[in-house]
Structures are given as C-alpha cells and as structure tokens.
C-alpha cells in the first residue's frame, strides 16, 4: 500500500501527525516577506482583480464549510470586505442571487463532494466568479473552478478531514492577507501576519509533542468520553472552531456534541448545563478574554465542568482542565486552537473502543446527493 500506517495505530493519528509537514507544504513559496504579502498565483488575479472584490462567500460542506467560516473572519478582519459562508448545499438549493462583484471560494479536501461541484456549476452558469481552495489536484471541482489555492496537506484517508482543515484555514489566511494589503492592511500588520503564519508549524509540533509526551489531552478525553452529551462553544473567530471541534467528536466518538457562540449560552442552552454535561471552551488570548472567562464562570456556576482550550494564561482553578497552544497571532489563534480538539476527538473515540478511521454511516468524499 502506497499511504501506509508507518507506525501510527490509525490514519487519523497518522495525518493529525502530518500537520506541521502539511502546514510547511502549504506555506512553502506563498509568504512574500519583500511586500509583506501572499503570492497566490492560482488565483490568475491581478491587484486591480483583487481590490474590486467587494465581497466573498466560502462554499463547502461539513468540516470544509466551517474552515470556511474561520475563512471568512480573517478575510472580514484583514481585508475589511463583507465576508461569510455557506454549506454548498444550501447555496445550490435556493436559487442564490449571484453578485458580479464577490469572490466565490469552493472549499473541499477531495474536490469530488457533489453538492459543492454543483455549487460550482451553478456559479458559473450564472456569470459568478468562482476559485477553488481543493486538496486533490485534477479532481472534479478543481477542474471546474479553473483557478483557485491548492492545499497541498498530502493523501487524506481517516474520514475525518484533519490536516486539510488545518491547510484549508491557513490558505484562508494568506488569501485575507492578499486582498488586506492590496486595501488598507499596514506593511507592519503583513509583515506580523507572515510571521505567525510561519510560525504555525512548529507550534503545531508543540501541541501534538505535549500530549504524546504528557497524554495531556488523552486524560482529558478519558475523563469525559461517557459523558452522554457535551458542549462546545466558542465566540466570534473561535465560534467555528467550537462548531468544527463539535462535528470531529460526533463524528468519530459518536458522543453527542452541540456547538453554541458564547453569548448565546443564556438564551437557552445553559437550561442543559449540569455536572454530567462537560463544556469545551475555547478561549483566545483576544480582546475578548475577559468575556470568555466569565463564560466559564456562569457554566461552572451551575455545576458544569469546563475543559478550556487556550493560547492564555488562565486564573488558577477557572477551568476543571485546561489545554494550553502556544500563543500565537490572535487573527491565527483559531487554526491552532483547533488541534488539541482533533486529539480530543481522537482520544475519546479511542477509549470508547471506536473505529476511528471508518466511522459508521460516513463516506470520506460524498460524490451523491
Ligand atoms: C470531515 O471530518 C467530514 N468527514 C466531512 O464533513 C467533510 O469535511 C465533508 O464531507 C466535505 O468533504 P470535502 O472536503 O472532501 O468536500
């Protein structure tokens, strides 16, 4: 066999492990310190292409639709243009209003997923300007679209995507950077920018050398892989990273997972929260630390156990655990605050006796409606 296990007990250890390689891949080439921007040459777009932007729309489904929303934070906080996304199949669905002037990115791993290639299709009959931001060069999307960023994460087999999420994100990255700079973001703030997306690889090796070393996020997972049901919640550019940890832990653990934006907690959800319903936080070192620190306040308050994920120095005792990344940029904190959630699914399917890389009902690529 050609992708073979070399070592690893599951694929999915395999290519959560091939991260920093896969991050190194996908950067290597695209950071232009010179002018402090990305060089995206698939995109076949000029600087006056790229300033008539007037908005974007990221298209997948399933992890790639919500590596999409981390894409769309960091195109609306660099490059100040309206920014979203939306499941593919969806989109297709409803007869979508096409806008000359916004940038459609059709996100997949496998490039084959059915209702993505038919948004695609939609897009382009109908005049819509549409790239490609695909794993698997030559597949059907890619093709389709014409144009676009590879993510170059390498063969991805589990099917629970990992390593192409993580290249997806960052390839969001780079393209926010090249339509910021080509508008008001600052030479100083590229130039901060390339430096953490350079920097993403070895923390990335960080993370994963701290749990293999100190089983940090597996005792964790085997605390509260029986718990029936957990929350996953994040704010503003980590609420889809809480959306994302959420999918990965369904998906594999099959433990029910619910994500929930932080300040929609009291509108309802906190009505669930009691001693057998753990909480995953997800805290940057943002400007809105203060607030996620009182979420976890009011979650512990009513006797639910909180597992903080973060790039911050936490008050002693706030969390019942805590898994720590290292810190980064806070617009990049999202791609790397996603890792301990990928072990953490893993871990949890594990001690549940899972079959990680097959999980029932699920294909790797979903080529039919
Ligand atoms: C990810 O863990 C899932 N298996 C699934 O949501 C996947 O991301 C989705 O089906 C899209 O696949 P694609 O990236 O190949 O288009």
Redesign the pocket.
């Known amino acids: 066999e050609d992708y073979a296990l070399g070592g690893h007990p599951d694929f999915l250890a395999k290519e959560i492990a091939e991260q920093p390689d896969a991050l190194r891949r996908a950067l290597a080439g695209r950071l232009d310190t010179r002018f402090a921007t990305a060089r995206l040459g698939g995109l076949g777009m000029d600087p006056r292409e790229l300033r008539g932007v007037r908005r974007v729309l990221f298209l997948?489904?399933?992890?790639?639709y919500y590596a999409g929303e981390i894409g769309a934070g960091l195109v609306e906080q660099l490059a100040r243009i309206p920014a979203a996304a939306e499941p593919a199949g969806e989109f297709r669905h409803r007869n979508p209003v096409v806008d000359p002037d916004c940038l459609y990115v059709a996100?997949?791993?496998?490039?084959?997923?059915a209702d993505?290639l038919a948004a695609v299709q939609e897009l382009r009959r109908k005049g819509g300007r549409v790239i490609g931001a695909v794993n698997v060069i030559g597949s059907a999307i890619s093709r389709e679209c014409g144009a676009g960023v590879f993510l170059h994460s390498g063969p991805e087999v589990s099917?629970?995507?990992t390593k192409?999420?993580t290249t997806m994100s960052v390839s969001f990255a780079m393209l926010a950077v090249l339509l910021g700079r080509v508008r008001d973001l600052s030479v100083a703030d590229g130039r901060r920018l390339l430096d953490g997306l350079a920097a993403l690889p070895r923390h990335v090796e960080a993370v994963l050398a701290e749990d293999a070393a100190h089983g940090t996020v597996a005792a964790v997972a085997q605390r509260w892989a029986h718990a029936s049901s957990m929350f996953f919640v994040g704010r503003t550019r980590c609420s889809p990273v809480a959306r994302e940890g959420a999918?990965?832990l369904k998906?594999v653990s099959y433990c029910h997972a619910e994500a929930y934006p932080a300040s929609e907690l009291k509108h309802g959800p906190l009505a669930l929260v009691t001693p057998d319903m753990p909480s995953v936080v997800v805290v940057p070192d943002d400007e809105l630390l203060a607030k996620n620190v009182g979420t976890i306040e009011q979650i512990r308050a009513r006797g639910g156990p909180v597992i903080a994920v973060t790039d911050a120095e936490l008050p002693a005792g706030l969390a019942d655990a805590v898994l720590r990344v290292p810190r980064t940029e806070p617009e990049l904190a999202p791609i790397l605050l996603g890792i301990p959630l990928q072990l953490l699914a893993r871990h949890a399917a594990v001690a549940l006796g899972r079959d990680v890389d097959r999980p029932r009902n699920?294909a790797?690529?979903?080529t039919v409606e």
């Not at 997948?60 to 790639?64: N, Q, T």
Request: net charge neutral; hydrophobic share 30%.
């Open positions: 997948g489904c399933g992890s790639a996100v997949s791993q496998s490039g084959e997923t993505t099917v629970a995507s192409a999420v999918q990965k998906e699920l790797k690529s979903v």
